[in-house]
């Protein structure tokens, strides 16, 4: 089935700096790139996605592009607040409906 | 509106034994869905349910795992002789149906086999 990677796994920054976590897929039939936000404890709640059919997608301090060529989407978060800080999940649907998870990316934004 | 829900939040079983787990779809939504979540780790897709059509089961890991959905609503997704393996947070999602319709998540339940 479809693989997805996601790096970095763990992400330390500065608060008032950017994050950028970047995941890699290898069916190009791919057309749906989900970003999940999940807290401790918490359940995971979808912060931005994107369609195939656009490259860049923003949502105030919450950022998305897609390379559909080179088959990679990555998640920017600008100006981090501590309150930024969780496990960050790519996904995407290729054939079917289900979604495909990258391994996650554990964000601390330190004050 | 009211989310997903689950149930129970948690449950601890012993090895061996049956294990059933609910999840409440937002109403309305056609779509339904169970993952799996290891400590740590991302979520594994096991099945997902569309309307009337038969279900993509492709993500159970195995012939003790099963899952029904009753009346296109509430899904039911039992474990048969459990291991300590399956210990996991079992989560559910649903959605209106559509290819690139948002998932919605319940809170999960956590299970621990002993």
């Known amino acids: 089935g479809e693989n997805v990677e996601q790096h970095p796994s763990t992400l330390s920054v500065q608060e008032g700096d950017s994050a950028v976590i970047k995941c890699t897929y290898s069916?190009?039939?791919?057309?749906?790139f989900p970003w999940y936000k999940q807290e401790l404890g918490k359940r995971p709640q979808l912060i931005i996605d994107?369609?195939?059919?656009?490259g860049e997608k923003k949502d105030q301090r919450i950022a998305v592009t897609l390379n559909k060529t080179a088959k990679h989407f990555s998640l920017h978060i600008t100006e981090t607040q501590p309150e930024d800080s969780a496990v960050y999940f790519c996904?995407?649907?290729?054939?079917?409906?289900?979604?495909?998870f990258g391994g996650g990316t554990r964000v601390l934004v330190k004050p | 509106g009211a989310g997903v829900s689950q149930s129970p939040s948690n449950k601890v079983t012993e090895k061996g034994k049956d294990v059933e787990l609910r999840c409440d779809p937002i109403?309305?939504?056609?779509?339904l869905y169970w993952y799996r979540q290891s400590l740590g780790q991302g979520l594994e897709f096991l099945i997902y349910?569309?309307?009337?059509?038969?279900?993509?089961k492709s993500g159970l890991p195995s012939d003790r795992f099963s899952a029904e959905r009753t009346g296109g609503s509430v899904s039911t997704l039992t474990i048969q002789r459990t291991q300590q393996e399956d210990s996991a947070v079992y989560l559910c999602?649903?959605?209106?149906?559509?290819?690139?319709?948002?998932?919605?998540f319940g809170p999960g339940t956590r299970l621990t086999v002993l």
């Open positions: 994107i369609r195939s059919n656009v």
């Open positions: 069916d190009s039939a791919s057309n749906y």
């Open positions: 996904a995407l649907r290729a054939a079917g409906n289900k979604l495909t």
């Open positions: 999602a649903s959605s209106l149906g559509g290819k690139t319709d948002t998932q919605y």
């Open positions: 109403s309305g939504h056609t779509a």
């Open positions: 349910f569309q309307g009337n059509s038969a279900p993509d």
